[in-house]
């Protein structure tokens, strides 16, 4: 878990990584997510409910993030 300051209201803020930075935004704007910018490689998004989220590129070790990555059909 890492904490960092954001500009915008004071709340949490989820980073998922993801091997597919596009696949994972489109399946999170299908849920009703909004693309309000970008940074570098990374997608923010605001969720339905209001909270920021981040979709951020591979940037564990490949082999732990294989053994730990949740795949959604």
Not at 34 to 48: G, K
């Amino acid at each position: 878990m890492a904490i960092q300051a954001v500009d915008d209201q004071a709340r949490y803020h989820l980073d998922i990584e993801t091997d597919d930075v596009d696949a994972e935004t489109a399946r999170l704007t299908d849920l009703g997510a909004v693309e309000v910018n970008r940074w570098l490689n990374c997608r923010i998004l605001r969720a339905p409910g209001g909270h920021l989220l981040c979709v951020i590129p591979l940037h564990s070790d490949p082999g732990t993030f294989e053994k730990y990555a949740q795949v959604w059909d």
